[in-house]
């Protein structure tokens, strides 16, 4: 019998090549780099360069986990208060007498918590969906650290936790360098191992998934997990910036965060989605904003440019996929 | 045989309103012993006050839900509807209150076109789409305001009395909520286009197949809810008689707070008008009587969500109970 | 005038890759039951899109009582009068039953356009009184049985004065005793001048019910007959085309040890006291009405979903498995119906599709290793002869014979002892059919166990050892294909339920 044979080399095609998302991303970053350098004679320095990231890297954490969970065709909005509740807790800790890394370390276990809490509840309750789980776990977390701690601020660390936020490791800032590790860990994470296969599969069709015996909750659990702990960090750099926290730090992160994941490339219908996005659309916000207060404009415009960049890219994603999606009909 | 059926359906149709009724008694009757201000007169009528403009806009919500989308701008459309018509009386005093009223409204049904064209036409996530919004709005708020506010000696006193006045003895903001409840549902239960949205959101695909405009539909609904909201904007702002940025920050949790409460199902399709009048009415009992009985203020929000989350789980588990019954009852 | 109602002539139709209408005729005259039959995949369901407008034929004409007409869309369809009923119900479980049946066409108040909610409810109420069924029309559709929803899609038909109403396959997922009330109904509208076209596998309904008979087979016209004019054999040599050994060279495999035992297993609402038991080597065919509750029973011995009572035994252990990965590990593979929703990622490659059950032999310490996924999925796409240029290819690229074929290497994959096949040649076409009944000759050869789940008789008595009947959840026959006969399979998958299991041996 002729065998037919199936090859096994990928058909390089030089269109797929250009025709990436993250091309255009990194054409965007390195446009917004020209025109701040047009508006500040001083811009154009490795030091603005390496130390500019630290005024917006917090959250990049979160963006991190939330392509995870974007891609697994969830969403998320509850990380912002997240970070508030673990923030509070830890200042609160502190300040009753816990020592320093301990309160660190709760910190993280309560945002983990957070985020195990969750996943829990997607799990145990399929019938909802995670934008109402989230959404009611978001006024929880929040409602939870305004009752700790009411409208005060708390803080006075110890001088060595600003570090986390301020310092610098041979010039390079600290934060800098936990982040390219966290990116470059979640990176392997998502594109390298059977997890990643796993988070992409559910994404794309979790049916399949569960009858090919992945075990999707699972899955779904320790992405929420995963969420939760990186809450956990951006609590951590994000008080030591600060100083001193309240229950109200960190509002509207979620949206942020989210606007950077979609920018980034990444469908809002699951399944689709690389790492390298959403850490371009990270430094594209951030330099972006940097330049906006180099000219003077209000914070105000941010919020209304970052809107709209969420609206367009899901626009302009949409439109991309669909046009990738060949009709296809099917016999009945 | 039949008889039987039909009593079942009525215990697990009813079970919801008449559940929720008799909380909302037991829970007005525990207030009462703790505070025995809470059943006067004067106090009911400040929580109906309270409660009218959660209610208009749940009104709104509930159909959004019902096409299975979700409206997280409508802070943002409050404060924006709200600061243009304060600084427009506040330039031009002796403009008709009815004429604020107008601007108001078409100023939320502008937001609220842009929302649905957005959702209905480019098929954007109602989430990405409406907090993209949010943002976007909010931004323009702050931006037209200059971040100033608007106080109440800026404004016209008959601008002022729209929320304080009388008609036939009863409070304006009453009067207006319950005027648009009437007006709703009339619409949504006895004019074709009303049943229509029940349609679309209870199963979208035969919608389009059985020639449902679709697309018209769910448009129309975002429209509608804008102009609630804008209505509710300057409804507040004559309420609180001052206009500013950060007015009705985060006010849409509590808006579908109310929408989950009354058994509007966040998965499309199901809700009634009389359900979300009960829902509206807890809600608001909920926020007057918290203070009443010396809950500090900074619990409601941990209580409001404790309270959804409840609500949501609850309402899964009749759900699921009435599935296992209809199971029981089929004969193998 | 013409003596037809609705003629077709040489209606073509190709989807890209497939010829699904081939030059085929059909007519249809005021007043009969006209029966639509064929294999699966012979064209039926395309034909009937045509007449109602969701796909419009590439060749051929149609008339409408004579005149010609061109079928643009459903509402052409709807305005001639012609309205179809599907096996599953298309309608709005959150609306009442009288807001289901006047769906579009309301009864509004001239001037306010107020819905006239009491007139329309007396209206929908006569309706069903004219149909014979006794629910309150007030009722939410949801919470109806698909007997009582298929009653109100015929009741919307009716409303809108329908001239022409297809059903397809309107008793695919009924009790014998819903489809007696499903009959006298059709007759009913037969005898009042509404001609119907009436989609069925089933032989029982065709000579219960129908006037003439079409027969469509891959996709061709083979003819139109009156009832008395055509016997069982011949209507079944017209639907499957050759005899049926012809098809199936069954291969003698030694049947080897028992490797599982079902013990009166039983789920709530599912089904109840099923028991059979597997060997090496065996193809068990498990077959039924749709909707006697097999993929159900499939799906709890995999640990898709529990089980109430009763136990499995697997290889001389007692097992429950509550997870598919629990089943997988020990042995147990399952080919979904459903190919596309639960087989198959089809944005996916073939190699990522094939690795996806099996992704810790893929794998070295949770890292993924490409070379081996694409080599093994090379090694198994040329056994199973998967017609497709390389593993990078999307599944959704491939035809419906060669996707299965690829469900099929996913299980290869796992070391498996035992697969369910559930209608693994649904929607594939004649020569892809045959391909996996080679392979499943072969699988069984190699001593796996097979347990094949399939409507289609020639199937089942051509390919399998043994075959378990079920109806209404329970098994009502377990019989040896070597000493039974279409009949017998036919009378206990309709017969009673209630009577005793027939271990015909």
């Known amino acids: 019998m002729a065998q037919r044979e199936l090859l096994i080399e990928r058909q390089r095609s030089m269109k797929r090549f250009i025709m990436q998302w993250e091309w255009l991303l990194l054409l965007i970053f390195m446009m917004i780099h020209v025109v701040n350098s047009f508006l500040s004679p001083y811009y154009l320095n490795f030091n603005t360069f390496i130390r500019t990231p630290m005024t917006f890297l917090d959250k990049s954490f979160l963006v991190l986990p939330m392509t995870f969970v974007i891609i697994l065709g969830n969403i998320d909005i509850s990380v912002g208060s997240t970070v508030a509740l673990s923030s509070v807790i830890m200042a609160t800790a502190y300040n009753a007498g816990v020592a320093m890394p301990l309160a660190m370390l709760l910190c993280l276990v309560v945002a983990t918590t957070c985020g195990l809490i969750n996943g829990v509840l997607m799990v145990k309750f399929k019938e909802l969906s995670a934008v109402i789980v989230t959404l009611s776990t978001m006024t929880i977390y929040r409602g939870v650290a305004y009752v700790i701690l009411e409208d005060r601020a708390a803080g006075n660390f110890p001088n060595w936790f600003s570090f986390l936020g301020w310092g610098s490791i041979a010039g390079i800032p600290f934060m800098l360098i936990m982040f390219v590790i966290c990116a470059v860990l979640f990176g392997i994470l998502l594109h390298k191992t059977t997890f990643g296969r796993k988070i992409f599969g559910i994404g794309n069709n979790k049916n399949a998934c569960i009858y090919s015996g992945i075990e999707t909750n699972r899955v779904l659990l320790w992405v929420s997990i995963l969420t939760g702990l990186m809450a956990g960090f951006t609590a951590l750099f994000l008080t030591s910036r600060m100083g001193s926290t309240r229950p109200n730090v960190a509002q509207g992160y979620e949206l942020e965060v989210i606007a950077m994941v979609v920018l980034g490339g990444v469908s809002t219908a699951g399944g689709k989605g690389k790492i390298i996005g959403p850490v371009l659309a990270i430094f594209i916000i951030g330099f972006l904003s940097y330049g906006l207060g180099l000219v003077n404009i209000s914070a105000q415009v941010l919020l209304i440019i970052i809107g709209m960049l969420l609206i367009i890219s899901t626009m302009i994603l949409n439109i991309r996929f669909k046009r990738m999606k060949k009709p296809r009909v099917l016999q009945s | 045989m039949v008889s039987d059926r039909k009593n079942l359906r009525f215990k697990t149709e009813n079970f919801r309103e008449l559940g929720l009724l008799l909380f909302i008694i037991l829970l007005s009757v525990l207030i009462q012993f703790r505070n025995p201000t809470f059943l006067t007169f004067s106090n009911i009528e400040t929580l109906l006050i309270n409660a009218s403009i959660l209610s208009i806009l749940a009104v709104g919500m509930m159909m959004v839900l019902i096409v299975r989308g979700i409206d997280l701008s409508i802070g943002s459309t409050i404060a924006f509807s709200g600061m243009i018509s304060a600084m427009t009386v506040a330039s031009y005093p002796h403009i008709h209150p009815l004429i604020s009223i107008l601007q108001g409204t078409l100023v939320g049904s502008g937001v609220g076109f842009l929302i649905g064209l957005l959702v209905a036409k480019f098929k954007v996530l109602p989430i990405i789409a409406t907090l993209g919004m949010m943002n976007v709005v909010r931004g323009f708020t702050f931006l037209v305001s200059k971040g100033r506010w608007i106080s109440a000696y800026q404004m016209s006193i008959p601008f002022k009395e729209i929320a304080t006045g009388r008609i036939l003895g009863m409070n304006t903001l009453v009067v207006i909520a319950v005027v648009i409840y009437s007006a709703f549902y009339y619409f949504i239960n006895h004019t074709r286009t009303g049943r229509q949205i029940y349609a679309v959101g209870s199963n979208p695909d035969a919608a389009e197949v059985s020639g449902i405009p679709k697309i018209r539909i769910i448009w129309m609904v975002y429209i509608l809810m804008g102009a609630l909201a804008g209505l509710a904007g300057v409804l507040w702002v004559s309420r609180f008689a001052s206009a500013q940025g950060d007015t009705a920050v985060g006010y849409e949790m509590n808006v579908i707070a109310a929408c989950v409460l009354g058994g509007i199902s966040i998965s499309g399709g199901s809700g009634k008008v009389s359900g979300l009048i009960l829902g509206a009415v807890l809600f608001g009992i909920l926020n007057n009587a918290l203070p009443l009985i010396n809950v500090s203020p900074f619990w409601q929000q941990g209580i409001q969500g404790v309270v959804i989350l409840s609500a949501v789980l609850i309402n899964v588990m009749v759900k699921r109970t009435n599935e296992r019954q209809a199971l029981r009852r089929r004969i193998i | ?505």
């Open chain 3, 1 to 505: 005038m013409s003596e037809y109602i609705l003629e077709l002539r040489g209606i073509s139709k190709t989807f890209p890759g497939v010829k699904a209408l081939d030059d085929v005729n059909f007519n249809l005259k005021p007043g009969e039951i006209h029966s639509i039959m064929g294999e699966n995949g012979a064209g039926k369901s395309t034909l009937i899109k045509i007449m109602t407008g969701v796909y419009i034929a590439d060749e051929g004409q149609m008339f409408f009582n004579g005149e010609s007409v061109v079928i643009k869309n459903t509402n052409d369809s709807q305005r001639l009068g012609i309205a179809a009923i599907y096996q599953y119900v298309t309608s709005y479980p959150d609306l009442s039953v009288t807001e289901n049946i006047f769906i579009r066409h309301e009864k509004v108040h001239p001037i306010t356009k107020k819905i006239r909610w009491k007139a329309m409810h007396q209206a929908a109420s006569e309706l069903l009184r004219q149909l014979g069924a006794s629910f309150d029309p007030r009722t939410r559709m949801g919470t109806l049985s698909v007997a009582q929803q298929q009653i109100v899609e015929i009741a919307k038909a009716l409303s809108v004065n329908a001239r022409i109403i297809i059903m397809d396959e309107p008793t695919a997922a009924l009790s014998n005793r819903e489809s007696e009330e499903l009959y006298r109904v059709t007759e009913k509208l037969r005898n009042d001048g509404v001609a119907i076209i009436f989609i069925s596998h089933r032989m029982e309904d065709f000579y219960r019910l129908a006037d003439r008979v079409t027969v469509l087979r891959d996709a061709k016209y083979i003819g139109t007959w009156n009832k008395s004019d055509i016997d069982h054999d011949k209507l079944v040599m017209a639907m499957v085309g050759r005899e049926i050994t012809q098809m199936f060279p069954k291969r003698s495999v030694r049947i080897g040890k028992e490797i599982l035992r079902v013990e009166n297993l039983g789920r709530e609402g599912y089904f109840k006291d099923i028991s059979f038991n597997l060997h090496k080597g065996e193809i068990l065919a498990l077959t039924g009405l749709v909707g006697a509750g097999r993929t159900e029973l499939c799906e709890s011995l995999y640990g898709i979903a529990p089980f109430d009572e009763g136990a499995i035994w697997f290889d001389g252990k007692q097992v429950k498995f509550r997870h598919p990965r629990e089943a997988l590990d020990n042995g147990l593979g399952y080919l979904p119906e459903d190919r596309l929703g639960h087989g198959l990622v089809l944005d996916w490659e073939l190699f990522r599709n094939v690795s996806l059950p099996a992704l810790k032999e893929f794998s070295f310490r949770g890292f993924l290793s490409l070379m081996k996924e694409i080599r093994k999925t090379k090694e198994f796409g040329e056994r199973l002869e998967v017609k497709a240029t390389s593993v990078f290819d999307k599944a959704a690229t491939l035809s419906g014979g060669n996707q299965q074929k690829i469900i099929v290497a996913k299980l290869l994959t796992a070391d498996l002892k035992v697969i369910i096949l559930d209608e693994p040649t649904k929607g594939v076409d004649v020569g892809a059919k045959t391909a996996i009944f080679d392979i499943m000759g072969d699988l069984a050869e190699m001593g796996y166990g097979i347990i094949m789940i399939s409507s289609e008789m020639v199937e089942v008595l051509g390919l399998s050892d043994r075959i378990v009947v079920m109806k209404e959840g329970r098994v009502t026959a377990v019989l040896n294909t070597a000493h039974t006969s279409q009949e017998q399979i036919l009378r206990s998958a309709l017969g009673s339920a209630n009577g005793e299991v027939n271990h015909g041996k």
